[in-house]
T-cell receptor
């Protein structure tokens, strides 16, 4: 089972460049999330989606955009990369909150450096 | 708002030592509580969970008990191994079907042979 797949695993950007971090899941989960993880700071939610065509901002959305055209895919777009966006980015998904199914499934992460 | 507080790391132990990582939370009602583990270079994965007061979650020798009276969910293991070296995250999901979890900052565990 593939689960949540993120690409690329590593990327170096120059200031002002743009890129898209890809995330796809094969579990038919409605809910998907993007987090960033800075050293010693835990996870911060950037954007989330509760289904195709529906997205909403998390705690730290500035400088990022998302789209959700299908259930499987939830790409994260950086338009004008800045050094402050150097981080490790994680995509996650989860099934709808039926019963006790509140478990999130994470991808392996994308390590991004902006120089 | 909801919050999760974990003890600062790193926690450094010798193999076979007893492990406790403290986690306390602030939330309304009875949230679901989780421990996730992140091994080096990987994403987070669920370690264990508990969904109501006095529940005990357990997995791979790790245990945590949902204590409503102290709003805590401390992670314990009787005898750690080098392979347990990782970062551990405590998290909560509020009751009522919310889809936004709250994570603690994570506690790094280093186990020496």
């Amino acid at each position: 089972n593939a689960g949540v797949t993120q690409t690329p695993k590593f990327r170096i950007l120059k200031i002002g460049q743009s890129m898209t971090l890809q995330c796809t899941q094969d579990m038919n989960h409605n809910y998907m999330y993007w987090y960033r993880q800075d050293p010693g700071m835990g996870l911060k939610l950037i954007y989330y989606s509760v289904g195709a065509g529906i997205t909403d901002k998390g705690e730290v959305p500035n400088g990022y955009n998302v789209s959700r055209s299908t259930t499987e895919d939830f790409p994260l777009r950086l338009e004008l990369a800045a050094p402050s966006q150097t981080s490790v980015y994680f995509c996650a998904s989860r099934p709808p909150p039926t019963g006790n199914k509140n478990i999130q499934y994470f991808g392996a992460g994308t390590r991004l450096s902006v120089l | 708002g909801d919050s999760v507080t974990q003890m600062e790391g790193p926690v450094t132990l010798s193999e076979e030592a007893f492990l406790t990582i403290n986690c306390t939370y602030t939330a309304t009602g009875y949230p679901s509580l989780f421990w996730y583990v992140q091994y080096p270079g990987e994403g987070l994965q669920l370690l264990l969970k508990a969904t109501k007061a006095d529940d005990k979650g357990s997995n791979k020798g790790f245990e945590a008990t949902y204590r409503k009276e102290t709003t805590s969910f401390h992670l314990e293991k009787g005898s750690v191994q080098v392979s347990d070296s990782a970062v551990y995250f405590c998290a909560l999901v509020p009751p009522g079907g919310s889809y936004i979890p709250t994570f603690g900052r994570g506690t790094s565990l280093i186990v020496h042979p």
